[in-house]
Nanobody
Framework: QVQLVESGGGLVQAGGSLRLSCAAS????????MAWFRQAPGKDREFVGA???????NYVESVKGRFVISRDGAKNTMFLQMNSLKPEDTAVYYC?????????????????WGQGTQVTVSS
């Protein structure tokens, strides 16, 4: 069973940067596609970006040009580099994984989830 643990969240001023990490443990992690979602208070969990098993990447429009997803297969870790942060990026950020080769923005595609890490951007 794969377990996902996010880290790297925190408080940052608008315009600043943060780098989130998602570390996977357990058997057979390498074949998984992975994604980032976020959930702001009172809102639904929304797709941020995904990276497939084959390396394809997809982003939600609102973060294109500011966020970058990458992964280190050897270390079973995925990253989210967040630049030019805005107050509206404030949310709990979740890491997710799927056995499919996918970059789908649909939440139900992913069946493994981390506990989340808080990102707060002050104005």
């Amino acid at each position: 069973q794969v377990q996902l643990v996010e880290s790297g969240g925190g408080l940052v001023q608008a315009g600043g940067s943060l780098r989130l990490s998602c570390a996977a443990s357990g058997r057979s992690f390498v074949p998984y596609s992975m994604a980032w979602f976020r959930q702001a208070p009172g809102k639904d969990r929304e797709f941020v970006g995904a990276i497939s098993r084959s390396g394809a990447i997809n982003y939600v429009e609102s973060v294109k040009g500011r966020f970058v997803i990458s992964r280190d297969g050897a270390k079973n870790t995925m990253f989210l580099q967040m630049n030019s942060l805005k107050p509206e990026d404030t949310a709990v950020y979740y890491c997710a994984a799927s056995v499919s080769n996918t970059i789908s923005p649909v939440r139900s595609t992913y069946d493994r989830w981390g506990q989340g890490t808080q990102v707060t951007v002050s104005s």
